[in-house]
């Protein structure tokens, strides 16, 4: 497809399991971003990815939290033993990577609830 | 550190004009960026300032002051389909190509 694309749309689990979110970015881009989007509050950062470098894990909010990138492209968002605070809209983007005026292109995101 | 702030609500008609403002502070500058969301939908791209005044694309304009720390997006002949969330957001630490600080988003109503 021409767009960034988001698995699964809706995950709904129980306390404690662990998810895995999956990320397919548009064919060419070199980063990859993740944030996500609570009820009221803006986007915020998880993690960045940019080719082969090492990712920028500044933003994951605990060691629960995790990320991978298999040969540049494919990504998936990992969250072991999840809490209730964890529920929220996670969203994906890519871009053509480290030049300023690039734009990045969003998923519609994984709407995550968890009971 | 960074902060961005964006108002949270503003309502307008169509074919009216609305301004939505957006403060920043950051430890470098490099663009801001403003993003649309329809609720339920991904953010979509719409502009992007990087050096001072008003750039024009076809009803929306954006313009930047790096002086004050001040954007803001223009949205022209309002229509309904107008109703989104209107985003701000600049580079991390002010470095190219890194992932985007956002403001809160102001949410804008658009009534007939």
């Known amino acids: 497809g021409a767009g960034v694309s988001q698995s699964p749309s809706n995950k709904v689990t129980e306390k404690g399991k662990d998810v895995e979110l999956r990320c397919d970015p548009i064919?060419?881009?070199?980063?990859l971003y993740w944030y996500r989007q609570s009820l009221g509050q803006g986007l915020e950062f998880l993690i960045y990815?940019?080719?082969?470098?090492?990712?920028?894990k500044s933003g994951l909010p605990s060691d629960r939290f995790s990320a991978e990138r298999t040969g540049g492209s494919v990504s998936t968002l990992t969250i072991q033993r999840t809490q209730q605070e964890d529920s929220a809209v996670y969203l994906c983007?890519?871009?053509?990577?480290?030049?300023?005026?690039?734009?990045?292109?969003f998923g519609d995101g994984t709407r995550l609830s968890i009971l | 550190g960074q902060n961005i702030d964006q108002p949270t609500e503003m309502t307008a008609t169509e074919g009216a004009i609305v301004q939505i403002n957006c403060t920043y502070q950051?430890?470098?500058?490099?663009?801001l960026f403003w993003y649309q969301q329809h609720a339920g939908e991904a953010p979509t791209f719409l502009s992007y300032?990087?050096?001072?005044g008003l750039e024009e694309k076809g009803r929306f304009s954006s313009f930047l002051s790096r002086s004050k720390g001040y954007s803001y997006l223009l949205l022209k002949e309002l229509q309904m389909k107008d109703s989104a969330s209107y985003l701000c957001?600049?580079?991390?630490?002010?470095?190219?190509?890194?992932?985007?600080?956002f403001g809160k988003g102001t949410t804008l109503s658009v009534s007939s």
């Open positions: 300032n990087v050096l001072d």
């Open positions: 983007a890519s871009s053509l990577g480290d030049v300023s005026n690039q734009p990045q292109h």
């Open positions: 950051t430890s470098g500058f490099n663009g």
């Open positions: 064919s060419g881009h070199t980063a």
């Open positions: 990815f940019q080719g082969n470098s090492a990712p920028d």
């Open positions: 957001a600049a580079p991390r630490e002010g470095q190219a190509g890194t992932a985007l600080i």
